[in-house]
């Protein structure tokens, strides 16, 4: 649930055209984003066969369509496309395989990380659940697995020089949104990412997609990423102790979205666990289980010892 929550303020920023403090939003973008969030919901509701599997995609050229009529025209974004290369190899030589390491960084970067492998485990925990519902418990194994592959795709990315990469969680609802949960969609996806990155024509012209279709996009993902979280978290009993973790844990993480200047005065090696909605709740709610359930623990170390 956290998941989604934590890019809801990236997704309503680009459904109003990505505008900063003291920006104006202008009604094209509004009106842009809302018919691209009409035509994806209704083509998921009331289409059938390859309509509502391309439901996003559709949404994302009627929206594009209506944008090139409404908003100022701009021939300069449009004219890159025409400036970039058609084909081009990612490498720009050995120079960018030195290595460096900075210990100043070693504590940011573990913080950073862990914040990062829990939001790979919630993207990972509610892929599960879309694709195989009808398991009772989480299976760690696969899930084991998919941090595995995420964190040795990060390191790797690292000693090349690229950006690091990461689990979507806008991904993980469109899958709900569509059903369409087959692994070889990711691999067909993997293969065409490679070969997007030696053809720069085609990262260019993703890149001119105008910001409030993809924050709708992003929009329509998250609705199902929080209400898969909710349904998961219900399907457990509540009880006094569990009511406690989740309730004050949750609490504490929306506020890092609803006042992130409190947060901001805490001490630079805190500031990344309450940067965003998932980590904070997340790691509030391990200490809080461990804390309310000492009792337990303890009680049942007692039992064990005897």
Same mark, same amino acid.
């Given at each position: 649930m956290m998941v989604g929550v934590s890019i809801i303020p990236m997704a309503f920023s680009n459904f109003?055209? %990505?505008p900063v403090a003291g920006d104006e939003v202008i009604w094209q973008d509004i =009106? =842009?984003?809302s018919v691209t969030l009409m035509v994806i919901v209704g083509c998921n509701l009331w289409g059938k066969g390859q309509v509502k599997l391309y439901c996003l995609l559709i949404g994302i050229f009627v929206g594009w369509g209506v944008a090139l009529c409404i908003t100022p025209f701009d021939p300069v974004q449009y004219r890159m496309i025409g400036e970039v290369p058609v084909f081009a190899i990612? /490498?720009?030589?050995? %120079?960018? /395989?030195r290595l460096a390491f900075d210990w100043s960084l070693a504590l940011p970067f573990l913080v950073i990380s862990i914040c990062g492998s829990l939001k790979s485990f919630g993207n990972l925990l509610a892929a599960q659940k879309i694709t195989r519902p009808d398991l009772e418990k989480p299976d760690m194994k696969p899930i084991a697995g998919g941090l595995m592959a995420d964190g040795l795709s990060t390191a790797m990315a690292g000693l090349i020089g690229a950006v690091a990469v990461d689990t979507s969680s806008s991904n993980v609802g469109l899958a709900a949104a569509t059903r369409a949960v087959s692994?070889?969609?990711g691999v067909c +996806?993997? =293969? +065409?990412y490679i070969l997007a990155g030696c053809f720069p024509v085609v990262a260019t012209a993703i890149a001119l997609v105008p910001s409030p279709i993809m924050g709708a996009a992003v929009i329509f993902a998250i609705c199902f990423m929080i209400l898969t979280g909710i349904k998961e978290m219900l399907s457990e009993p509540l009880d006094q102790r569990n009511i406690a973790i989740a309730g004050i844990s949750i609490s504490f993480g929306l506020s890092t979205g609803f006042v992130?200047?409190?947060f901001a005065q805490l001490p630079s090696f805190l500031q990344p666990l309450f940067s965003n909605p998932l980590a904070a709740t997340t790691i509030l709610g391990i200490i809080f289980y461990q804390i309310f359930h000492i009792d337990v623990n303890l009680a049942a170390w007692l039992k064990k010892d005897r």
């Open positions: 109003c055209g %990505s =009106v =842009v984003g990612p /490498f720009k030589g050995l %120079s960018q /395989f692994r070889w969609i +996806m993997g =293969v +065409m992130p200047e409190l």
